[in-house]
């Protein structure tokens, strides 16, 4: 029997029982976390709601700031510590991540400054996973400003395979 989820409003302690989920998409703002079963459920909360604010422009890294504001950073452990980070700055992207950074993401970073959301899949080239028999339907979405210590929350640890910045969230499309 099929469930449906779209839209609800999730503390990060509560999203570990849809790790089994078979299919959950996730969008992290500051306030917690949406979840969603169907692009659908995603697309419409991403009509719905305001995009992030346009960055000002770069700004200088404070003494505790890994990542620049217009920026997000991706670490290997859970919880961001230690010393390996990948950085991607906007308007770049990673439509392929090299073997040394593939399927190990275990946390992410955005800077204030992003001004789109930055966006994990699960497979290579932005591979939303909607078709028929696909297994890439992993994707989240993180806000401006925010940190997801455990992707495992997501059921996306160890599985990101490309990033890109998004002004919209959509799975069927970036802009």
């Not at 692009?39 to 995009?51: I, L, S």
């Not at 000002?56 to 504001?69: A, C, I, R, S, Y």
């Not at 190990?104 to 909607?130: H, Q, R």
């Amino acid at each position: 029997m099929p469930f449906y989820v779209d839209g609800v409003e999730y503390q990060r302690s509560e999203l570990k029982q849809f790790k089994d989920a078979p299919q959950m998409y996730w969008v992290f703002e500051k306030d917690g976390a949406y979840g969603f079963t169907t692009p659908e459920g995603v697309k419409a909360y991403g009509e719905e709601h305001a995009k992030p604010a346009r960055p000002e422009g770069p700004k200088p890294l404070t003494e505790n700031q890994v990542v620049g504001d217009n920026c997000a950073g991706f670490n290997k452990n859970v919880g961001c510590g230690g010393v390996d980070w990948l950085p991607l700055c906007t308007p770049n992207t990673i439509s392929h991540i090299a073997d040394s950074w593939n399927d190990v993401i275990s946390c992410v970073e955005t800077g204030t400054g992003v001004g789109k959301w930055t966006v994990l899949y699960k497979c290579y080239n932005f591979d939303p996973g909607t078709g028929p028999g696909s297994n890439c339907y992993h994707i989240v979405w993180v806000n401006t400003g925010v940190t997801v210590p455990d992707l495992n929350d997501a059921g996306m640890n160890n599985l990101t395979s490309s990033i890109r910045f998004c002004s919209n969230v959509d799975p069927f499309s970036c802009t």
